[in-house]
């Protein structure tokens, strides 16, 4: 199971730049288990993801060098067009429509130290997931790009409602609900 865990984030890494990011939520998820097995998952975990870079390194292709290139790319292409102080937070706007107003109101008990200092699973997943979502959003190379970046991070911060008082699950649902119906009736995409 751990290489297999390897095997993937070593692939996701070479599928997509942003995906290099994912790397936070998985160190989440073993500063949250007990240490012992973390030692026996991670060695090899991290042999699999080395094995598909090592693969990709003989294969000719350098991650580095390609990243250069494609923020090189970006820079010279639609970037420029995007201005940074208007995309850096309306890419967050996009994930709260994303995400809905249910989980914006359980991300409001994320930051909850007893919570983190015991190592709550839930708590620093979304702490990571947020982490990465910051970064790839000061990296300025995600500027209007949430769909295919962020993403795959913004699906685990719908787990954040689990962190509200269970009386109001199902008024945050229904506010997820009636959020996602108006998006979809008022605002007119090209998609």
Not at 69 to 90: C, H
Not at 170 to 178: E, I
Request: aromatic share 12%; proline share 4%; net charge positive.
């Amino acid at each position: 199971m751990a290489a297999g865990a390897g095997l993937l984030l070593g692939w996701g890494v070479f599928l997509n730049y942003g995906l290099v990011l994912i790397v936070l939520p998985g160190m989440a998820v073993l500063a949250a288990a007990d240490w012992r097995p973390v030692l026996r998952a991670l060695g090899p975990a991290v042999l699999a993801a080395l094995v598909v870079a090592v693969s990709f390194a003989v294969a000719g292709f350098s991650w580095f060098d390609g990243y250069t290139l494609v923020q090189q790319r970006y820079w010279q292409g639609i970037a420029k067009d995007r201005p940074f102080g208007y995309w850096s937070w309306a890419n967050l706007a996009c994930v709260v429509c994303a995400i809905g107003l249910g989980s914006v109101a359980g991300l409001s008990r994320v930051f909850d130290r007893a919570a983190i200092s015991r190592r709550s699973g839930c708590h620093l997943l979304l702490l990571a997931v947020l982490a990465a979502i910051a970064l790839a959003d000061l990296s300025m190379l995600s500027k209007a790009e949430t769909e295919r970046i962020w993403l795959p991070f913004t699906i685990w911060l719908t787990a954040a409602p689990a962190l509200l008082p269970p009386r109001s699950h199902r008024l945050w649902l229904a506010v997820n609900a009636a959020g996602a119906l108006l998006l979809n009736s008022i605002i007119f995409t090209n998609w």
